[in-house]
């Protein structure tokens, strides 16, 4: 299974799911595992217990996809149970990325209006401080980084892992949207062990 986990005000059905559900259908015969890109909650407390409960469902093969605040759950995941990982400009530290967007905030992908509750920012702290860098499998953590993203530096992020991420893929011009998502999931899957 391939799990992709959006950021913020976004959904399941983000650009980047879409993307990656297209490719690997495409690639069907070299790439088996299903796409599950589930609707995560606003509270961060929900999102945790859900992504939770289907990787704990699961039994099989998962690799972690997640992009910015679904890059830090992704983490979670990474460390909580040792799986191999594929993060988008992830949000490293989102209790303090996210201070800004407290308040009501409306969802790229549906439209609706939602409250981002200061109180989210202290449960987003809380599993921060449960991730312990120095225990994680770096030899299964790829990261995927825009030099011309505005919202998250990644040089900052390369300090957070140590400099241990075991592939990085760097665009010059990809945007936090990572804009060139697409053109570099062959190097993702070569990276992964899948025969393309």
């Known amino acids: 299974m391939l799990l992709y986990l959006h950021g913020f005000a976004s959904s399941g059905n983000a650009t980047k799911a879409r993307i990656l559900k297209e490719y690997t259908e495409l690639n069907r015969d070299n790439i088996p595992d299903i796409v599950v890109s589930p609707d995560l909650p606003e509270v961060p407390e929900k999102a945790i217990d859900k992504i939770c409960g289907i990787i ?8 972690v996809f997640g992009s910015s605040l679904g890059g830090f759950y992704a983490v979670y995941a990474c460390h909580k149970y040792k799986l191999p990982a594929v993060l988008i400009n992830p949000a490293v530290e989102p209790h303090i990325a996210l201070k800004s967007v407290t308040g009501i905030n409306k969802n790229y992908s549906t439209g609706s209006n939602f409250e981002f509750k200061e109180e989210y920012l202290h449960q987003l702290e809380k599993y921060y401080n449960e991730i312990d860098t120095d ?5 299964n953590l ?3 980084a825009a030099k011309d993203d505005a919202l ?3 040089t900052y992020t390369m300090k957070y892992f140590k400099n241990r991420i075991s592939k990085l893929i760097l665009e010059e011009k990809s945007g936090h949207e990572f804009l060139t998502f697409r053109d570099c999931l062959p190097k ?6 899948y025969n393309l």
């Open 56 to 63: 704990e469902k699961s039994g099989g093969k998962i690799i």
């Open 135 to 139: 225990k994680m499998n770096y030899g």
């Open 142 to 144: 790829i990261l995927m």
């Open 188 to 193: 993702v899957f070569e990276f992964l062990g």
């Open 152 to 154: 998250l530096d990644y």
